[in-house]
């Protein structure tokens, strides 16, 4: 397989310069969930002076202005990015446009603090006891000592279609472990039950996202994402060029580095040849 291009962190904007439109993930990337990484920040506002449009596409089940909202909170202003995509409202726009999902209670298999912005008819419909419900969401993160009593219930309904708006399976929020809600719907696929996902490695998410930049004039595209599990795989099935962040996100740990520290190429590769999908790019972050 064509290992990638390593980047030093003061290589970046010279190598990326031929494209004109970049998507970039948000947590491992932009955030933690808790702040901004400021050489991201930096990466964006010089994004922004050159009119190269950003576009955010997200695990995150929160509805898109939800999580436009959180980003200004944490100090990204809305000018300093085209728009975003989120896995929640990928799943909402399932919920108002699918017949098949239009009735019936929806039972939450995460904490569900991320639907405060879902549209009130949909929120209306959810259920605690699992017993009620048509249809199993998979929503948000959680601490991974409470994945056994999140997936017990789950275990009794496999009849009930799962919808996963995020399809993460490990996210690191404030520099902690947890499983996310993809955790829980790959044990219920393996119990045979149904899933149907939103977000990535779908390389739908990935064409919405870049069909919003092509009505902006970015054609040539990078996406900028830190998972080999969903970024790098529905990049390279979406036919977009990937930069792969090594240093920021979820396989930092497991790759020994500190925050933002240069990777070798012979420090990543061991982990790269555990995934079959290869970025173009890698890099430590962005700077």
Not at 25 to 52: H, N, S
Not at 63 to 81: I, Q
Not at 103 to 125: C, F, K, M, N
Request: charged residues 20%; contains cysteine; proline residues 7%.
């Amino acid at each position: 397989m064509t290992a990638p291009t390593l980047l030093r962190l003061d290589q970046l904007d010279e190598a990326l310069a031929a494209y004109d439109g970049f998507i970039l993930d948000l947590w491992g990337v932009l955030i933690d969930g808790y702040e901004t990484f400021p050489g991201a920040r930096a990466w964006l506002e010089r994004r922004a002076a050159e009119g190269k449009p950003v576009w955010f596409l997200s695990n995150a089940s929160r509805d898109a202005d939800g999580m436009v909202e959180e980003l200004g909170k944490l100090g990204v202003p809305r000018e300093l990015f085209a728009g975003i995509t989120t896995s929640g409202q990928l799943a909402i726009d399932a919920f108002q446009q699918d017949p098949t999902f239009s009735e019936g209670g929806i039972y939450l298999s995460g904490p569900g603090t991320g639907q405060v912005g879902w549209p009130a008819e949909i929120r209306a419909r959810f259920v605690e006891d699992i017993e009620q419900a048509a249809i199993i969401l998979g929503v948000g993160s959680f601490p991974e000592d409470e994945l056994e009593a999140r997936f017990a219930p789950l275990a009794m309904a496999l009849d009930k279609p799962f919808l996963c708006a995020n399809p993460d399976r490990n996210v690191v929020s404030g520099g902690l472990p947890f499983y996310a809600a993809g955790k829980l719907a790959d044990r219920f696929a393996a119990l045979g039950g149904a899933v149907t996902w939103y977000g990535k490695p779908d390389p739908y998410a990935f064409h919405c996202a870049a069909g919003a930049l092509a009505e902006r004039g970015a054609k040539r595209l990078l996406f900028v994402g830190d998972s080999l599990v969903t970024d790098v795989p529905g990049a390279v099935a979406a036919g977009i060029d990937c930069l792969w962040l090594a240093a920021t996100g979820i396989h930092r740990e497991a790759l020994g580095l500190d925050f933002n520290q240069e990777p070798t190429r012979e420090g990543l590769e061991p982990l790269l040849r555990q995934h079959p999908e290869r970025p173009r790019f890698a890099a430590a972050g962005l700077a």
